[in-house]
């Protein structure tokens, strides 16, 4: 037997348990893994609260990201093997002191990356990755806007974008926040509680604007983000942090200067093998590098993930999160 979190209808923070579950012996092209720690992302909360519905139905174990040692592997398992240093961005059930994993989901760590740094950055920094590197191709001359830029990803990618030669803008909700923001890479930062981001996006481009806006806020910052575009510019809305879009307007693309539209997920970006480790392999090059620093600034035990639930929803984190079995 082993802890693992365990929801058994959704709604708020209160319907995890910490609860004893059976792991079965892994089956063909699976690999068992011993958690050394467990990452906790925003879309954790939308499989909890039934936003997203889980793949599986209920009962079901949160969470998609860890880092540990595989302990045993099933029939045809090449990728990995006993005894390896992995991390993963996988299927639901990292919320465990141990799981099974698809082991063609398994990256090999390097030395220079320690579990903790994976757990924390395999979901935040991939996304970071295939943003900036894949979804537009950032480099000498783009100026992007970055919501929640003092959030998880918005930290990787400050950081990322500057070293990729960007005009890196950002907006926050706090000065501490804006502070964390200027000190990971970001140019201008933008407090949306004190000022209008679109008129500041604006006087800082001179009137040019942005090439792409990566937008996680969803609902908050709609229509704003497309005012924040240049003729032909692309807003990439990859999450929904203040609740979804409810009445998206496709006119409004045309009428904004021809606009380029996207919901990209990370799980598209890594579904074949190839792309799973090539967008790994960018991130373990620069965070290995120094070009991108890892902070991991909240832990929590595992059987504390209601308060940890309860803190990210309330906006009371910034940058990384992790939980310890």
Request: with cysteine.
């Amino acid at each position: 037997m082993v802890r693992a979190i365990r929801v058994y209808e959704t709604g708020g923070p209160e319907v995890m348990r910490f609860e004893d579950v059976e792991i079965a012996d892994p089956g063909k092209g699976e690999a068992r893994i011993r958690h050394d720690a467990i990452g906790m992302n925003y879309i954790d909360t939308y499989f909890r609260s039934g936003l997203y519905p889980a793949p599986a139905g209920l009962p079901m174990t949160p969470g998609h990201e860890g880092a540990g040692i595989v302990v045993s592997v099933g029939a045809g398992v090449t990728e990995v093997a006993p005894g390896d240093r992995v991390a993963y961005v996988g299927p639901l059930g990292s919320y465990a002191e141990e799981r099974l994993v698809p082991a063609d989901r398994l990256v090999k760590l390097p030395d220079s990356i320690d579990s903790r740094t994976a757990a924390s950055m395999m979901l935040k920094g991939m996304t970071a990755s295939y943003l900036l590197q894949r979804t537009f191709k950032v480099g000498p001359g783009t100026t992007l806007l970055f919501h929640a830029a003092a959030g998880g990803v918005g930290l990787i990618a400050g950081q990322w974008a500057r070293h990729l030669g960007a005009t890196v803008i950002g907006t926050v909700g706090s000065a501490a926040k804006a502070e964390l923001a200027k000190a990971n890479g970001y140019d201008h930062v933008i407090n949306y509680r004190e000022e209008n981001f679109v008129a500041r996006v604006a006087e800082i481009t001179g009137g040019e604007k942005c090439d792409v806006v990566y937008d996680s806020v969803g609902n908050d910052t709609y229509p704003g983000s497309l005012d924040c575009l240049k003729p032909l510019g692309l807003w990439a809305s990859f999450g929904q942090s203040s609740g979804p879009i409810a009445d998206f307007n496709f006119g409004l693309l045309a009428q904004k200067g021809s606009l380029f539209a996207t919901r990209p997920t990370l799980f598209t970006y890594v579904a074949k093998r190839e792309d799973l480790e090539r967008t790994a392999a960018a991130l373990f090059e620069v965070v290995g590098s120094g070009a991108v620093k890892i902070s991991i600034n909240q832990e929590y035990a595992l059987s504390d993930v209601v308060t940890a639930h309860q803190d990210l929803e309330g906006r009371r984190t910034t940058g990384t999160t992790i939980l310890l079995p």
